[in-house]
């Protein structure tokens, strides 16, 4: 900070974290390509921060980002002026153009000639930004007690914001909302009216995150989100804090519900979060890779040839349980997800 004062320059801040895809991959085609970082080294003070280890800068400059572009994300790419004032934001940046994205050295390239020649807009921007972000000095205490119709307000729009196509809320990319299913469930067990409509919203999320895609049917847990509508392809790593939360919510769903495949799926989860991400002198890892040997998603993702290697005989009944063609459903490969269900698949193989 003392060196961006001193020689006036822009701070470009890089907000990431270890296990996240997209900040990898501008680490590689950006930050370590030498043209782009003779650029950045010439115009600007580079800044590199862990989202896990420092969550309150990530916090105060995300809220600058979403106020700016009117969404967020990882990595998080703001231009800040020495005094720390966020002018500019983004996330991920291309290093040439595509998805409709200008190329990272063009915005490289644009801010610093703003910054060169029009910094009374910079200047304006940036006011403009602070006082968006900035806390009020006295917060008003909110003594107001939640109230039945308040909660009976919020199920109401739950159950008609509810996506019944696909399951869950909002649309791709579809994350898991753990922390609406558990305020659901406690109401279905006291609000004995709309029992049974929050429960099949509840059941019906459930089983549809719970198919597989983003969740993992052979090693157990959650990826972070859905990339599109279905649930099925995933941003392939996986954060400990959603499987702890989506461990409760299929627990508490087994225990309201009375649904056994529900205590499977908080136990595989258990199961994995041990396994995988709980450290031999007794902590817990805050995250699992997206890449695996450097590729996205590869220890997730099958080929016809390997499941039929590793299921011999059986491999007829998995190919109807889950779908699988020649040609994959991501890339040329398959993501597990189940194609039909117990009771179909029990009817078309002549089973109980």
Known sequence: LHEAKSRNKPILLSVGYAACHWCHRMREESFEDPETASLMNQEFISIKVDREERPDVDGIYMQATVAMTGSGGWPMS?????????????????????YNMPSFKEVLSGIAKAWREDVQEVDRVGNQVLEHIRPPIHKPENRNEITTDALEAAIKNLLESYDWGYGGWGSAPKFPQPMTIEFLLRRASTDTTQREQILKAVSHALNAMSRGGMYDVVGGGFSRYSVDNFWRTPHFEKMTYDNAQLALAYLHGYLVTGNTDYRRICEETLDFVLRELTHSEGGFFSSLDADSEGEE????????????????????????????????????????????????????????
């Open 297 to 352: 998603g590869k220890f997730y993702v099958w080929t016809e040839g390997e499941l039929k290697g590793v299921l011999g005989s059986d491999f007829d009944f998995f190919k109807a349980a889950y779908g699988i063609t020649p040609s994959g459903n991501w890339e040329g490969n398959t993501i597990l997800q189940r194609a039909l269900d117990d009771s179909t698949l029990a009817a078309r193989f002549k089973l109980d």
């Open 78 to 98: 703001v231009f800040l002026t020495p005094d720390l004032r966020p002018f500019f934001a983004g996330t991920y940046f291309p290093p040439v153009r595509r």
